[in-house]
Structure formats: C-alpha cells, structure tokens
C-alpha cells in the first residue's frame, strides 16, 4: 500500500514562506509524477513528472516551486508571497496509470 506523508503546513502572514513536504513510501520514479493539490476538489498546484518536468498552475506562477529528493523520495512544495487565497488544506498526489494516491493532507492558512 502506498502511503503519502505531508508535513510543513501552518499558519502564516501574507507575503511569507512555507515548504510542504511529501514523503512517499515508495520510489517516486515508480509513478508518473508527483504533485501536490488542494482543496477538496483537488485542484491542481504542482507537480513534477517522472522525467523531471514541472508543472505549475497559473494563480501561484512565479511564486511557487515544486522539487524533489530521490535519495529520500520526498517532494517539496515552496511556497513564497504566500496571499489569503492560498488558504487551503494541500493534498500530495502521486499518479500511476489511471490511479492516482493521496496523502491526508496539511492545512495552510494565510492571514491578511
């Protein structure tokens, strides 16, 4: 069974930092990316695939990144200029085929 670890959320100011973190139970290059999400509706925020390409949604462009560790298959979420609207519980995803695993997620609160 895979499991999906997020840690690093919390509360902060608007305008500052936090890295999530996500740590798989299993070698991240199994799936064919990794990424993290958020909101119930599991929105997409980033993910990296298994060749390494980024993708990045558009309401946190330039102001997010997303990474990875192999050594210890743990994906990270950067997350700079942090606003309000960021608020959200944040879901780490990894996909294989059609199934996609989830973590339980880490809640994020931006105050104004």
């Known amino acids: 069974q895979v499991q999906l670890v997020e840690s690093g959320g919390g509360l902060v100011q608007a305008g500052g930092s936090l890295r999530l973190s996500c740590a798989v139970s299993e070698n991240i290059f199994n799936f064919n990316s990794v990424g993290w999400y958020r909101q119930a509706q599991r929105e997409l925020v980033a993910r990296i695939n298994v060749g390494g390409v980024t993708t990045i949604a558009e309401p946190v462009k330039g102001r997010f990144s997303i990474s990875r560790d192999s050594a210890t298959n743990t994906v990270y979420l950067q997350m700079n200029s942090l606003k309000p609207e960021d608020t959200a519980q944040y879901f780490c995803?990894?996909?294989?085929?059609?199934?996609?695993?989830w973590g339980q997620g880490t809640q994020v609160t931006v105050s104004s």
């Open positions: 995803g990894a996909v294989i085929l059609a199934r996609t695993f």
